[in-house]
């Protein structure tokens, strides 16, 4: 507590009843940051497993679902009724509003564990393309026979401190910026991938490489596990339910918030649909079955500096993309912990430091907000050093997500608020829920067969390209 009486709960509530100043485009900066990730760079590899036919069928089926269930998600934002009800400041907020307690809970673990699982899979992806610009560099002074080890731990811990320093902006509103920046070099990166590949292709005198029944495998038990790895790479690749109400807390109330953002989930998901299929395609047409995991680790892609430029703006991206997942989990756990223990001194305790250069002149520090975002920071750098699979681990975050946060729930609050019975409309909401939780189980199946082969053969803490 400072000497005006100032104490961590304070701030708290002042951050969680923030001014809310956001318009349709800032909305839709947030949602291209979240959404546009490293999913995008497995998307090559994901059309040539599932085909010139299923594989931009896939894309494009993902994207119809993901907006359809944002628009309903959307209209959960506020309880009981849409544009005049009270404000749910979370998603567990809007769940809490229409659903059981039980629900509550499921939805709290569902959506938690896929935002870490997502801060771990984009400490793996970030890694990976400073790995890549290491060795991309290595080999061009030293010819591609040269032995270019790089210690990826080394630079992962490079990336888990910026994100250290960057966990101490309050909320998600403090960091728009970031935000804008990270969208702007999604698109960089997406282009340059585009590009990239679509010169390959022309290169190759313009046929189209790969088959219409997608990649050959070793064994067809192989090929179906691919296969579904590739469709949760399709899932995770459109994930941002579970920050979706938190992008949406930002915006000013009048338009009614739930209409800004159907707005922002269309051009949002419209732009990254036309650029996952832009990119897939293209990949499969430039490498056809032998399209890698990552596109730009392909093998001749380019030249190395333009592919260099592509993994900064990824890296670029991936760290403002980080703190979109991470600002909710932060949030959560310090309303937990001031919940949990009221009186402790350490938990509620906050302090103003003068700072000359800055125009407010002084902030507000919190010891156990500092301590907390640390501790988070690097459980996530911990665990993405034991499992540095880049496919698997999208796969898995993938089949985690797409069922719970971005189909069921949103459907479930739907049904709830609209008062729906049993007819038409309700089965058709239930089997379209249904389908896709089958969807999901199988993918999840896949990804988990993938990542245990892979830590049979592999190095856990070794990290490469």
Known sequence: MDKNGTTADDIERGDYEHDRTGTVWTATAHIVTAVIGSGVLALAWSVAQLGWVAGPLALAGFACVTYYTSTLLA????????VTGARNRTYMDAVRSYLSPREVFMCGIAQYVNLWGTMVGYTITATISMVAIKQSDCFHRNGRDAHCDTSGAVLMLAFSVVQVVLSQFPGLEHIT???????????????IGLGLSVGQWVSHGGDLGGRIQGAEAVTSAKKLWNVLLALGNIAFAYTFAEVLIEIQDT????????????????????????FYISVGCAGYAAFGSNAPGNILAANGLGPFWIVDIANMCLILHLIGAYQVYAQPIFASVERYAASRWPEAKFINSAYRVSIPLIQRGSVTVAPSKIVLRIVIVVATTVVAMMIPFF????????????????????????????????????YLLQGLSMVCLMISVAVGIGSVTDIVDSLKTSNPFHIGN
């Not at 019975?421 to 309700?426: D, I, R, V």
Request: charged share 10%; proline share 8%; net charge positive.
């Open 391 to 426: 496919n698997a681990v999208l796969g898995l975050l993938g089949a985690f997500s797409f069922w719970p946060l971005t189909v069921y729930f949103p459907i479930s609050m739907h049904i709830a608020q609209q008062k729906i019975n049993k007819g038409t409309k309700w």
């Open 251 to 274: 915006l000013k109330p009048s338009p009614p918030e739930n209409k800004t953002m159907k707005k922002a989930a269309a051009y949002g998901i419209g732009a990254t649909t036309i």
């Open 75 to 82: 209209n959960a934002y506020r309880a009981p009724h849409p």
């Open 177 to 191: 910026w970031l935000s804008v920046v990270a969208a702007i070099m999604s698109f960089v990166y997406s282009f």
